[in-house]
Nanobody, 114 residues
Framework: VQLQAFGGGLVQAGESLNLSCEAS????????MGWYRQAPGKQREMVAT???????GYADSMKGRFTIFRDNPKNAVYLRMNSLKPEDAAVYYC?????????WGQGTLVTVSS
């Protein structure tokens, strides 16, 4: 299983950015997918998740600003990030899980200037 994340970059505070994650297999085989992030010196944290049934979950600080959605025919999951803040800067990782197996993408860097 391979997950490829795209879309990171440098934006100014208040701007938006879209991240994409493409899977090498049918994402309907996963129990869920999600986005996580890790800032320098910090632990990796959950950003947003979506189950195989489409139920979503968000970390409190992302609610109302970030939206996760999946496109099954494209085997992809996306993260729409609005109103970005400097504290959102991190490497964002795509995740997929199936049973006890966890899969991670390579990460994409998001930088937010104030």
């Amino acid at each position: 299983v391979q997950l490829q994340a795209f879309g990171g970059g440098l934006v100014q505070a208040g701007e938006s950015l879209n991240l994409s994650c493409e899977a090498s297999i049918d994402i309907r085989s996963f129990n869920g997918m999600g986005w996580y992030r890790q800032a320098p010196g910090k632990q990796r944290e959950m950003v947003a998740t979506v189950t195989d049934r489409g139920s979503t979950g968000y970390a409190d600080s992302m609610k109302g600003r970030f939206t996760i959605f999946r496109d099954n025919p494209k085997n992809a999951v996306y993260l729409r990030m609005n109103s970005l803040k400097p504290e959102d800067a991190a490497v964002y990782y795509c995740n997929a899980h199936r049973g006890f197996s966890n899969y991670w993408g390579q990460g994409t860097l998001v930088t937010v200037s104030s």
